[in-house]
């Protein structure tokens, strides 16, 4: 009975186990052997062996190192700001209490929009000219001239820039869950801190913080995740430029298979990015989630 | 995972909150006696935050809805204005009348429904099989599935193109919709999974006492219980593979593309028509924004079930 309720589990898991070996594990075996040679991108064209010559292109090359940066920050950059608009935002929703619960609702909208069209709409909203961000804050007086801020045009903050619309779809993300997670702290905990005398900044960082952590540790591996792989956003608002300024991994190996044409070359990029995104990924979680910890 | 998991659901109160205080189980929460701001001029300047919050944050979707109602120059006219001067329907009416894109449209939802009816076909037996017999190779296979979420699309998309390619279906939905589903299917499992979990064993038990075999007793008696569940999970794959792009950009030419590839090459193809983009960017967002307001209930419990767990 025991082995054959085995063999159950096993048949039940079997096609979805298959599917993934077909279509995620064997490609990404494709990936790593196409990264040790020079390949022609035209169909059919030669395929040479070279070795760890395409990692060592890969690792002497300032695209690649800058691109490896440019990921670190900007996912940084979206986590963080994500996470403390999010928390804001569910710390708002839960002391409005219910009354707001459909405006929580409204507040999910954006999770919906495809990121190509979020990438549009905020290239839109900040483009050089007819950009309304720049229009509105010259007309509020903070700006001298509608142009003074380029963002999407000005190598030193495009980083900043294409980071928007991520934040914006995804701020709601971080909201649902932290939001989730507060509704589990036991209100009489705060009772009582609060007749100790303990006062919000307090109760937030000794006790609403703390009592979170699984769930913001689960949060940020996610979106870190997430972040790190962004694509189509900084695709549509820049293409990578001015400058190669925003280009980040994912755009940087698209492009070196793509544009480029050295398909070996962007497999050994691709094949790094993934084992770095695997270790950080994978030290991430040992230390703030601290698995199999259960109480 | 699971203690991560527990936290956030919504429905389950935490293990400390039970062990604390029984007896104060219904008023558990922050709501109510802990963070719920109690006097009237907080909590008026609380709502007037949130009013400010809401209208930022409600404000670039509308702007773009308020933009494709706009004459096509009035879209780039310097300085921009917020609201139409003029309401036309004339960048809707160019969107939809250019080659290609109701074709994209239809590709759009073909591959999307398929990609979602194969992630739940594949999904639910095998989630089934994991949560019910806990075997190690369960573990093993949602710990696999996990990391599947990491690989990045750019790195497996032109061995997937090739792959699809060699066996004929190159720039096909059906090639597509695989490749999407290879986003779908480890957070359908997750979903499921969590699903399953809240299906009480007694339930298959008295069914098989019954008679019914194993997966007669997983096809008719546990699968009606959890259809809510596999909804929320089919909203959620039909979504991912509605509003991918890179992939669709990598594996697809003219006959295949979806929307999401043809509003980007709006931007090179036909110089920068913003009327158009914005329209067509609107009309392929409006009905999902829809559908999911309306089954929003649904759709939060699953989010949150699948973003702690996927």
């Known amino acids: 009975m025991r082995i054959s309720d085995r063999r159950f589990a096993l048949y039940l898991m079997t096609p979805a186990a298959l599917f993934l070996a077909v279509f995620v594990a064997y490609p990404l075996f494709r990936l790593v052997a196409d990264s040790f040679f020079k390949i022609s991108p035209i169909a059919g064209g030669p395929r040479d062996f070279v070795g760890f010559q395409n990692y060592v292109t890969a690792f002497t090359s300032e695209a690649f190192t800058n691109a490896g940066w440019r990921t670190l920050a900007y996912t940084l950059v979206v986590v963080t700001l994500e996470f403390a608009l999010g928390l804001g935002m569910a710390l708002l929703f839960t002391t409005l209490g219910k009354k707001s619960q459909i405006w929580r ?12 069209v979020a990438g549009l709409l905020w290239k839109f909203l900040m483009i050089d000219n007819f950009g309304l961000i720049g229009t509105l804050l010259h007309q509020a007086g903070i700006l001298s001239d509608p142009n003074q801020i380029g963002w999407l045009s000005d190598p030193n903050i495009v980083l900043f820039s294409v980071a928007i619309p991520d934040i914006w ?29 303990a006062r919000a900044p307090a109760l937030l960082f000794r006790i609403i913080l703390p009592l979170l952590r699984p769930v913001i540790a689960v949060a940020l591996v996610v ?72 109480n | 995972m699971s203690n991560a998991s527990l936290a956030t659901k919504p429905e389950q109160p935490s293990s400390n909150v039970s062990t604390t205080e029984p007896p104060m189980r219904r008023r558990r929460g922050v709501n109510r006696e802990g963070l719920e701001a109690g006097r009237r001029s907080t909590r008026t300047i609380l709502w007037i935050l949130l009013a400010a919050a809401m209208v930022l944050y409600g404000f670039p979707f509308l702007y773009l809805l308020f933009t494709s109602f706009k004459t096509p120059i009035d879209t780039i006219a310097v300085p921009p204005t917020i609201l139409p001067r003029e309401w036309t329907l004339e960048n809707y009416t160019n969107a939809l009348g250019r080659s290609g894109v109701v074709a994209s449209f239809i590709n759009s939802i073909q591959t999307a429904v398929i990609s979602t009816v194969l992630s739940l076909v594949l999904a639910v037996p095998a989630a089934y099989g994991i949560t019910r017999y806990k075997t190690p190779s369960g573990q093993v296979f949602i710990m696999a599935a ?36 290879t986003i779908s299917l480890p957070l359908s499992i997750w979903l499921m999974s969590s699903f399953f979990e809240s299906v009480p064993r007694d ?47 990598l594996m697809t030419a003219i006959r295949s593309q979806t929307t999401p590839v043809v509003i980007a090459n709006f931007q090179t193809q036909f110089g920068l028509d913003w009327g158009s983009m914005t329209a067509l960017a609107a009309v392929y967002s409006i009905p999902v924004i829809l559908l999911t307001l309306l089954l929003q209930r649904k759709i939060v419990a699953g989010m949150t079930l699948g973003a702690v767990k996927g």
């Open chain 1, 105 to 116: 609702t409204v507040f999910l909208y954006p999770l919906m929009i495809a990121p190509i």
């Open chain 1, 223 to 294: 979106r870190g995740i997430d972040a790190a792989r962004a694509f189509d956003t900084i695709l549509i608002q820049t293409n990578g430029g001015p400058q190669s300024a925003s280009e980040t991994m994912s755009l940087l190996i698209y492009r070196t298979m793509i544009r480029f044409g050295d398909p070996g070359l962007a497999s050994a990029m691709g094949t790094i990015y993934l084992l770095a995104m695997l270790a950080i990924a994978f030290v991430a979680v040992a230390t703030i989630w601290r698995p199999g910890k259960d």
């Open chain 2, 146 to 181: 996990l990391v599947t979420r990491m690989v990045p699309p750019v790195a497996i998309g032109i061995p997937l193109a090739s792959m699809m390619a060699s066996v004929g279906l190159a720039d096909t939905p059906i090639a597509l919709s695989i490749a999407h589903t």
């Open chain 2, 203 to 249: 339930l298959e038990e008295a069914a098989t006492v019954d008679g019914c075999s194993r997966l007669g007793a997983l096809w008719r008696v546990v699968i009606p219980v959890v259809s809510g569940g596999i909804a929320v999970t089919a909203i959620f794959a039909f979504l991912a593979s509605w509003n991918e792009f890179l992939f669709a950009l």
């Open chain 1, 169 to 197: 779809l995804t701020t709601s993300f971080m909201c649902l869950v932290l939001f989730a997670g507060l509704q589990n702290i036991p209100g009489d905990l705060l009772e009582a801190a609060r007749l100790d005398g």
